[in-house]
Each structure stands twice: as structure tokens, then as C-alpha cells.
């Protein structure tokens, strides 16, 4: 036997192996474009994933619309758990075209993006109600509206862009995450920032601030400030 037959075998495999990883990917094809719409209603609560781009709008009607890669959305699973709209991959894979998502609705109370999702929420006019928006995954949102109370909590590397008002805001961020809120002002705000992360709002009676692990806040207005900082962090007016 040839002494470079023992090469021969393991060289087989990686070839095999790079064949069976060449099938699984997505068809680097040009975009098949087609669009879809969904009939779920009843719902006022969002969880999405996978790096769409979305589109939130207040209206008093529900609908769906979703535009990109006819591959893209064969394999969209769209389905209500209990009062929140879940919209997600069913496959894994690595997607070369964008996934467009316009959804509009009456009231919106909670919504989870993650997965290098790009959000705009905008339209809503809800002095009485809160929001909770949970940001993961280098996502970045836009959000233009008006509620009693915000929640934000942002992970890895997202970023949240807030315009409008309300009364409080109360929000997290972590993982080198920006929230930039000078132009949402409120009355008072609880900013709590970590991990390189960076913080900017605008209150006119209280703050609350703790900043860790070269973090900063920024604020604007003239509110009583209660600062807690370490690590090389800052709390400081704008």
C-alpha cells in the first residue's frame, strides 16, 4: 500500500463534510420577492427574533404584512401564545435577504426583539399605560410614542432610540448597550448601566443612577440626582 494511503481517508471526509455544509446553507440566489399577510388578531404583545426589520404602527385594526424571500417565508412561523404575537424562524440557516414585517394594532404592551432585529415603533398614544420593550442581540430600535411608564432592559450591543414623553422610565443596559432618550422626557428615572454600556435621557424630578464597568449616564433637565458609580463610570450632566 502506497505510505500516503493513510492520508487518503480524512481527506474523504473533509470533502464530504464540506459537500453535506454546502446543501444545508441557504441558496445564495437572487431575491424570489413575494409578500404574505396573517390573520392573527387579539394580541398586545410582540416577540421576534432573526434580524427582521420591523414596522409597529397604533391603529384600530390588526394586520400582518410580511415582504422579502419567498425561501424566507416558507419557513416564517407566525403564531399567537396567549396575547402575544410570536413571529420567528422555523430553520435555522444563514439568510441573505432581509424579512420585512409591518404589523399594526391597538395597543401594545410588551415586545421582545433579539437576533439583530431593527424595530420602529411609533404612533402610540398611551398616557395611562406602560411599556415593556426587551432588547437582545445588537438590535436596534426606534421607539415614537407616548406612555405613563417605559421599561427598557438592552443586552449585546443594542441600542434603543427613544422620541415622545411620559411620566417614568425605568430601564437597564448591559453588554456595551446605548440608550439615547433626550428627546423622551419624563419626570423621573431609575438608569441602571453596566458593561461599557451608555446612557442618555432627560428627567425633570428625580434620577436614579448607577453606572459600573466604564459606563455612563447622561442627563439633561434639572431633577434631584441619587448617582452610584464604579469601575470607571460617570454620571454626569449633559
Given at each position: 500500500?502506497?505510505?500516503?494511503?493513510?492520508?487518503?481517508?480524512?481527506?474523504?471526509?473533509?470533502?464530504?463534510?464540506g459537500?453535506?455544509?454546502?446543501?444545508?446553507?441557504?441558496?445564495?440566489?437572487?431575491?424570489?420577492?413575494?409578500?404574505?399577510?396573517?390573520?392573527?388578531?387579539?394580541?398586545?404583545?410582540?416577540?421576534?427574533?432573526?434580524?427582521?426589520?420591523?414596522?409597529?404602527?397604533?391603529?384600530?385594526?390588526?394586520?400582518?404584512?410580511?415582504?422579502?424571500?419567498?425561501?424566507?417565508?416558507?419557513?416564517?412561523?407566525?403564531?399567537?401564545?396567549g396575547?402575544?404575537?410570536?413571529?420567528?424562524f422555523?430553520?435555522?440557516?444563514?439568510?441573505k435577504?432581509?424579512?420585512?414585517?409591518?404589523?399594526?394594532?391597538?395597543?401594545?404592551?410588551?415586545?421582545?426583539?433579539?437576533?439583530?432585529?431593527?424595530?420602529?415603533?411609533?404612533?402610540?398614544?398611551?398616557?395611562?399605560?406602560?411599556?415593556?420593550?426587551?432588547?437582545?442581540?445588537?438590535?436596534?430600535?426606534?421607539?415614537?410614542?407616548?406612555y405613563?411608564?417605559?421599561?427598557?432592559?438592552?443586552?449585546?450591543?443594542?441600542?434603543?432610540?427613544?422620541?415622545?414623553?411620559?411620566?417614568?422610565?425605568?430601564?437597564?443596559?448591559?453588554?456595551?448597550?446605548?440608550?439615547?432618550?433626550?428627546?423622551?422626557?419624563?419626570?423621573?428615572?431609575?438608569?441602571?448601566?453596566?458593561?461599557?454600556?451608555?446612557?442618555?435621557?432627560?428627567?425633570?424630578?428625580?434620577?436614579?443612577?448607577?453606572?459600573?464597568?466604564?459606563?455612563?449616564?447622561?442627563?439633561?433637565?434639572?431633577?434631584?440626582?441619587?448617582?452610584?458609580?464604579?469601575?470607571?463610570?460617570?454620571?454626569?450632566?449633559?
Amino acid at each position: 500500500m502506497s505510505k500516503y494511503a493513510h492520508l487518503c481517508v480524512p481527506a474523504l471526509i473533509l470533502a464530504l463534510a464540506g459537500i453535506i455544509s454546502s446543501c444545508e446553507r441557504e441558496d445564495p440566489g437572487p431575491l424570489q420577492e413575494t409578500d404574505r399577510d396573517y390573520n392573527e388578531t387579539d394580541f398586545d404583545r410582540l416577540e421576534m427574533g432573526n434580524a427582521f426589520r420591523v414596522t409597529v404602527e397604533e391603529s384600530s385594526i390588526y394586520s400582518i404584512h410580511v415582504r422579502g424571500d419567498r425561501r424566507n417565508l416558507d419557513d416564517l412561523d407566525v403564531h399567537k401564545s396567549g396575547s402575544t404575537l410570536v413571529i420567528r424562524f422555523d430553520k435555522d440557516g444563514n439568510r441573505k435577504h432581509d424579512t420585512y414585517i409591518d404589523i399594526t394594532m391597538p395597543k401594545l404592551r410588551a415586545a421582545n426583539f433579539s437576533g439583530a432585529s431593527v424595530p420602529i415603533i411609533k404612533g402610540f398614544n398611551e398616557p395611562e399605560d406602560a411599556l415593556d420593550l426587551f432588547l437582545s442581540g445588537a438590535t436596534r430600535a426606534q421607539l415614537d410614542a407616548t406612555y405613563n411608564s417605559v421599561k427598557a432592559v438592552l443586552s449585546g450591543a443594542s441600542e434603543l432610540i427613544m422620541t415622545g414623553d411620559g411620566d417614568a422610565l425605568d430601564t437597564e443596559l448591559s453588554g456595551a448597550s446605548i440608550l439615547k432618550a433626550f428627546n423622551f422626557p419624563v419626570r423621573t428615572a431609575n438608569v441602571n448601566v453596566t458593561g461599557a454600556s451608555s446612557g442618555q435621557v432627560r428627567v425633570s424630578e428625580e434620577l436614579n443612577a448607577v453606572a459600573s464597568g466604564s459606563s455612563s449616564i447622561l442627563y439633561r433637565g434639572e431633577p434631584e440626582v441619587n448617582a452610584d458609580t464604579s469601575g470607571n463610570s460617570s454620571v454626569e450632566k449633559d
